[in-house]
């Protein structure tokens, strides 16, 4: 496989310009030339849909991070044969046999993975397994047997130092409470996977009290602490024109993140003061 060849730069550019101003793509794609440039080559590079392609890749800390089920699209394109998976025992022990056959390759290749080996805080280990499984191993099985096609690419379940590890959120930032959602779910309505914290752009139209709306939506869909420190950090340059400009909706997202803070946390509100 030999797709990391960018044919047309002028062809992409203007690609990526259309999706910068395009309101159906993600968030964090909106009136980002350079992001979209970039998904559109890695789209090329996959033989893939680029608009596909976006509704499953996200930028974290510089770095894209893609859906199990978009890695698993992405290999299957590129393999003679899918990756095809077993499954066996149960509760810790269940255990994933999953095999594909590379192009050009005569035998196929296996890897094997253990639910207590690859579960993660992720809510659906527990709702889920068997998908999980199929995910976390298919991860492995092109690291281990085609990695040219996964380069660089982290997932949405990986330790990202930064990101998913604890972090030390500004202090004047904490949690709170009245903003209606007006963003759409962060979970994916087939699998139920977790979105990871990205930055959210704020449009050329959108007021401070409209992008503050947003934020505390996608931040009250987070299941860990971690999760709500990562949304912040990953937003504190737009927080904080907002504590500037608008002191009143700074007010409102750390009441409301705080409050999402003691959801998490199981702290009664009357006793978190």
């Known amino acids: 496989m030999n797709q990391l060849v960018i044919t ?32 559109v080559n890695l789209a090329n590079r996959y033989g893939m849909d680029p608009w596909t392609l976006m509704q499953e890749l996200y930028i974290v800390n510089g770095r894209p991070m893609m859906s199990g089920k978009l890695a698993i699209a992405i290999l299957n394109h590129s393999l003679a044969e899918p990756l095809r998976p077993v499954y066996s025992s149960e509760g810790d022990e269940r255990t994933i046999t999953l095999t594909g056959r ?20 992720n809510e659906q ?6 998908q999980m499984l199929m995910y976390a191993s298919a991860r492995t099985w092109g690291r281990r047997f085609a990695p040219d096609i996964l380069l660089g690419i982290v997932f949405d379940d ?22 209606k959602p007006q963003a759409p779910p962060l979970h994916d309505p087939e699998t139920g996977e977790i979105k990871p914290p990205h930055q959210l752009v704020r449009f050329d139209d959108e007021t401070h009290a409209q992008w503050a709306a947003r934020f505390v939506a996608h931040v009250k869909t987070s299941d860990t602490i971690t999760d709500v420190d990562a949304w912040e950090d990953l937003n504190a340059k737009q927080i904080a024109e907002i504590t500037e400009a608008e002191p009143k909706f700074f007010e409102r ?13 199981g702290t009664p509100v009357d006793e978190a003061t």
């Not at 280990?125 to 068997?130: E, R, S």
């Not at 330790?159 to 903003?179: D, Q, R």
């Open 102 to 121: 590379l192009q050009g390759e005569a035998d196929a290749q296996s890897v094997k993975l253990k639910v207590r080996d690859a579960r993660t805080a």
């Open 125 to 130: 280990w527990k709702k889920n397994p068997d």
């Open 8 to 39: 047309d730069v002028h062809a992409n550019l203007k690609l990526a310009e259309a999706f910068a101003d395009a309101k159906l793509v993600p968030d964090h794609f909106k009136k980002s030339v350079g992001d979209c440039y970039i998904a």
């Open 158 to 179: 990986e330790e990202i130092p930064g990101v998913n590890a604890p972090a030390s959120p500004p202090a004047a930032l904490a949690p709170a409470p009245g903003l």
């Open 253 to 265: 997202i750390v009441t409301r993140v705080k409050a999402k803070r003691i959801e998490i946390l």
